[in-house]
């Protein structure tokens, strides 16, 4: 398919996601809003699951590039909390928290726990924030401590997100990362004490 009308079509699904919802989100009515045909969408995509499927390809493709982009910036001799502070701005970007982007995560998370691709979609999906997040604590932490951490730190990002994205007024991304960021200074502090003790 040509990029643009790939761009076209899920810049359609976006903003019509976001005006009436996934369930009333038609092919239809994608299709004009792209000012494309009905059979270019069921050609390429086969049908709205589809759609939505490419969407957040595309979506979880800007956070993985922002994410890049922002580590890199860094550089490797960077330390492991300023790395994980690049992690958590890059969910809060606002690639992430503009109206229909959170109106199509949602959709794509209740979407998930029914249909099998976009259930392994949002695995991988899962797994590369916690994987990421893992490797940066432990740089400070023990594995296990490691572990745990990351999967605190992602649970808090996907809360902190959830809670923004239902609480009916503008999302406010620097409080979210403010908690973040004092979630995963609590981690590492904890170590620091340790080490202390020892």
């Not at 229909?100 to 924030?129: C, G, I, Y």
């Not at 999302?171 to 979210?176: E, I, K, M, P, T």
Request: some cysteine; glycine content about 6%.
């Amino acid at each position: 398919m040509l990029p643009l009308r790939r761009k076209q079509l899920i810049q359609a699904t976006l903003e019509v996601i976001d005006r009436v919802g996934l369930a009333d989100a038609t092919i239809a009515l994608i299709a004009r809003q792209a000012g494309l045909s009905t059979g270019i969408i069921s050609h390429y995509f086969g049908d709205k699951s589809g759609l939505l499927e490419a969407t957040m390809r595309q979506i979880l493709h800007d956070l993985s590039v922002d994410t890049r982009r922002r580590r890199d910036q860094l550089g490797e001799e960077a330390s492991a909390a300023a790395h994980l502070c690049a992690i958590v701005d890059a969910n809060f970007n606002d690639s992430q928290v503009s109206g229909p982007v959170m109106k199509t995560w949602l959709a794509f998370w209740s979407s998930s726990m029914h249909q099998e691709s976009l259930r392994r979609l949002q695995h991988v999906n899962d797994q590369r924030l916690r994987s990421n997040l893992c490797c940066q604590f432990l740089r400070e932490l023990p594995l296990a401590q490691a572990r745990q951490a990351a999967r605190g730190l992602a649970a808090m990002i996907d809360g902190l997100w959830l809670r923004g994205s239902l609480a009916g007024t503008a999302f406010d991304a620097d409080a979210a990362r403010r908690l973040a960021y004092e979630y995963l200074d609590y981690q590492l502090a904890k170590n620091t004490s340790l080490k202390d003790v020892a």
